[in-house]
Nanobody, 121 residues
Framework: VQLQASGGGLVQPGGSLRLSCAASGFTFDDYAIGWFRQAPGKEREWVSC????????SYADSVKGRFTISRHNAKNTVSLQMNSLKPEDTAVYYC???????????????WGQGTQVTVSS
């Protein structure tokens, strides 16, 4: 089982990034995919989730209206489009898989390795 997060980088405030999560080794379209983030010295924070058939998407209040989650089951990928980025969005971003959407990180079965997002001028 593997989840590979990519697309992070350094961006100025107000800028955009698109993160991708590529999955392999399990039946991708049986699983919801969540994105979490963790800043230094802080707890892991739920960001967004998309159900296995993309019928349900949900977002943390801190990113609602700025981030958009989507998935492409034929390619076993999930994307997180991040717009209007703020310095407080700086963190390592992780994707994770679970049978249904949840905002609790302990619910998730499989995790990717994380990709760094830094928002700074």
């Amino acid at each position: 089982v593997q989840l590979q997060a990519s697309g992070g980088g350094l961006v100025q405030p107000g800028g955009s990034l698109r993160l991708s999560c590529a999955a392999s080794g399990f039946t991708f379209d049986d699983y919801a995919i969540g994105w979490f983030r963790q800043a230094p010295g802080k707890e892991r924070e739920w960001v967004s989730c998309i159900s296995e058939n993309a019928g349900i998407t949900s977002y943390a209040d801190s990113v609602k209206g700025r981030f958009t989650i989507s998935r492409h089951n034929a390619k076993n990928t999930v994307s997180l489009q991040m717009n209007s980025l703020k310095p407080e969005d700086t963190a390592v971003y992780y994707c994770a898989a679970h049978k249904s959407c949840s905002s609790w990180y302990i619910d998730y079965d499989y995790w990717g390795q994380g990709t760094q997002v830094t928002v700074s001028s």
